[in-house]
């Protein structure tokens, strides 16, 4: 039962215009989430994160959005730029699992010049 | 600021045989956790070691096996190697307990033959 999904394995975007990641989750439980991202043969790379008190939280080019009742969380790259292609895992983290993070199954992202 | 360094960077090993991965986390972090990487079944939660305890562990058979060192210097072992062992094996360090902080090594790639 994956309590982390990334309903797309994939993802194409022009350079310039915006990519959104997407991601729900099932476990009422977690109250923190990450986004990473991974390139081949090397470790995932934190690139933002967020509490289940917030609803936004941004960095620069990168916003992370929750919808707590929904149960998802989306990833906005704005403007996207080819150096933005890799896989995207967001992960989820509850509040008593320690640093236990359940990770989604990723989505590939490819900005086009 | 070294990052979080595993090593060997690969390894090929026979069926049965059995393997120890080591994980250095950055200085000043005391939490490491271990995570496999495999194409079906993505970024899974194998254990969390905090201060020489493990704090948590996946959902994984008892060959699979860790401990932390008094430097926060952590391994992992596999014994009894199957075909499915085969993955990228990941580490990653943090300052303490609750969220945010993973930083993660750039894995293992570990061969079963």
């Known amino acids: 039962d994956q309590q982390v999904k990334q309903n797309s394995p994939s993802l194409s975007v022009q350079e310039g215009r915006i990519s959104i990641l997407n991601c729900d989750y099932t476990n009422s439980m977690f109250d923190y989430f990450l986004w990473y991202k991974k390139y081949p043969a090397e470790g995932p790379t934190f690139l933002i994160s967020i509490s289940s008190i917030k609803d936004k939280n941004e960095d620069g080019r990168f916003t992370v959005f929750l919808n707590k009742s929904a149960k998802h969380l989306s990833l906005h790259i704005v403007p996207s730029q080819p150096g933005d292609s890799a896989v995207y ?15 989604g199954g990723g989505t590939r992202l490819m900005v086009k010049p | 600021k070294a990052g979080v360094t595993q090593t060997p960077r690969y390894l090929i090993k026979t069926r049965g045989q059995q393997v120890t991965l080591s994980c250095s986390p950055i200085s000043g972090h005391r939490s490491v956790s271990w995570y496999q990487q495999t194409p079906g079944q993505g970024l899974q939660f194998l254990f969390e070691y905090f201060s020489e305890t493990q704090r948590n562990k996946g959902n994984f058979p008892g060959r699979f096996s860790g401990r932390q060192f008094s430097n926060s210097r952590s391994e992992m072992n596999v014994s009894t190697l199957e075909l499915g062992d085969s993955a990228l094996y990941l580490c990653a360090s943090s300052l303490g307990a609750g969220s945010g902080g993973y930083t993660f090594g750039s894995g293992t790639r570990l061969t079963v033959v």
């Not at chain 1, 895992?89 to 990770?103: I, Q, R, S, W």
């Open chain 1, 89 to 103: 895992f967001c992960a989820a983290n509850e509040d008593n699992a320690g640093n236990m993070l359940t990770f």
